[in-house]
């Protein structure tokens, strides 16, 4: 999603009213010429907003709270339940929190730790936030509500993206905090949406071996699927280069 250049300069006049567009680039590492095009088509990016907000120490849900489209991000936030947070957290992290269990080190005393958990996305999280929140119908609600074809809601789960205008769509249609989506397209962090630092850690503590060792095999499984999936595209596309000559 966009959003409208005069709001966006209306914005940026009240956050950094001396500063010229150079200036506005260079703290915020966005090239001049990419912000430039922005505002000839009269339509900035959300993300141009996220890296402008950071480089001025405002936090990027204030920011876009700014805008009529994202006016609901002002108001307080719903935190992550517990499947959200663990929808956020890697399968090798996952992996290396059931090898430090107790269960799998027969004999050891005090088996390691694993190591703090690699802060999110991760490789899969949008698709499995969305599968973590998705009561059977909020693809379709969501479908419904923007007018995206399910088919095209479904490719940028699979790409693991997701626009933010269908981030919050999802958040609204499955009745949990509007920016968890954020955190799990990876546009907002953590910290940013309000997490505690520590909610993923104490979820993923929470479970028990055996779902912990569930879990996991879930993800390896739909992991290998996707495997499976490139060797044979790649095996079909060495054969047709061998057929062509």
């Known amino acids: 999603m966009t959003l409208p250049a005069k709001a966006f300069q209306r914005w940026l006049q009240g956050i950094a009213p001396d500063a010229s567009t150079a200036d506005v680039c260079r703290v915020s590492g966005i090239k001049r010429t990419t912000l430039a095009q922005q505002l000839v088509r009269g339509k900035v990016s959300v993300s141009t907003v996220v890296s ?4 001025y120490n405002i936090n990027p849900l204030t920011a876009l709270s700014c805008f009529e489209e994202y006016r609901e991000l002002a108001g307080p936030l719903q935190p992550p339940t517990r499947c959200e947070l663990i929808s956020q957290i890697s399968t090798q992290d996952l992996m290396r929190a059931l ?8 004999g050891e005393t005090s088996p390691a730790r694993p190591p703090a958990l690699t802060p999110a996305p991760h490789a899969t999280s949008v698709k499995n ?3 973590a929140i998705d009561d059977g119908e909020v693809r379709h609600r969501v479908s419904a509500s923007t007018g995206v074809a399910p088919q095209n809601y479904s490719a940028q789960l699979t790409a693991n993206r997701l ?12 009745g949990v905090g ?3 989506g954020l955190v799990a397209s990876g546009l907002v962090t953590e910290e940013e949406a309000g997490w505690p630092a520590d909610a993923r850690q104490s979820a993923l503590d929470g479970l028990s071996d055996g779902d912990l060792t569930a879990l996991a095999g879930d993800r390896l499984q739909a992991m ?9 595209d790649q095996a079909q596309t060495e054969k047709i280069w061998e057929n062509l000559g």
């Not at 402008?52 to 480089?55: L, Q, S, V």
């Not at 090898?99 to 027969?106: H, S, V």
């Open 178 to 180: 509007l920016a968890n």
């Open 99 to 106: 090898l430090a269990r107790p269960a799998m080190c027969p």
């Open 163 to 174: 626009s933010a205008e269908l981030a919050l769509a999802t958040s609204r249609a499955a």
């Open 52 to 55: 402008i907000a950071r480089a």
């Open 129 to 131: 936030w969305v599968d």
């Open 224 to 232: 290998g699927k996707v495997l499976r999936r490139q060797e044979q």
